[in-house]
């Protein structure tokens, strides 16, 4: 598990396994846009403040994922304990 937080000092949510970070979001009240929910469309993309996602799209270019600024929350995960996104 790892968690969300909702922007700088925002709430914060654990995502567990089995659960996708949209899925997480969307259960608190929180809706991202989102087409296919497999990594492919980026309909998705969110920006990421803070922590390191762990990519798991076909969505972003190689530099794009290294940059860590945005992830798939349809899909990708975290690589750090806490990803702070830009919402
Ligand atoms: Fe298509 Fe997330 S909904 S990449």
Avoid: K, M
Avoid at 11 to 18: E, Q
Avoid at 27 to 32: C, E, F, M, T, V
């Amino acid at each position: 598990p790892f968690e969300v937080q909702i922007g700088r000092g925002g709430a914060i949510h654990t995502v567990p396994a089995g659960l996708s970070v949209l899925e997480v979001l969307a259960r608190n009240g929180i809706d991202i846009p989102v087409s296919c929910e497999q990594g492919v469309c980026g309909t998705c993309l969110t920006r990421v403040l803070e922590g390191t996602p762990e990519h798991r799209d076909v969505f972003l270019t190689d530099q794009e994922r290294a940059a860590n600024d945005s992830f798939t929350p349809c899909c990708s995960r975290a690589r750090s304990a806490r990803l702070v996104l830009d919402l």
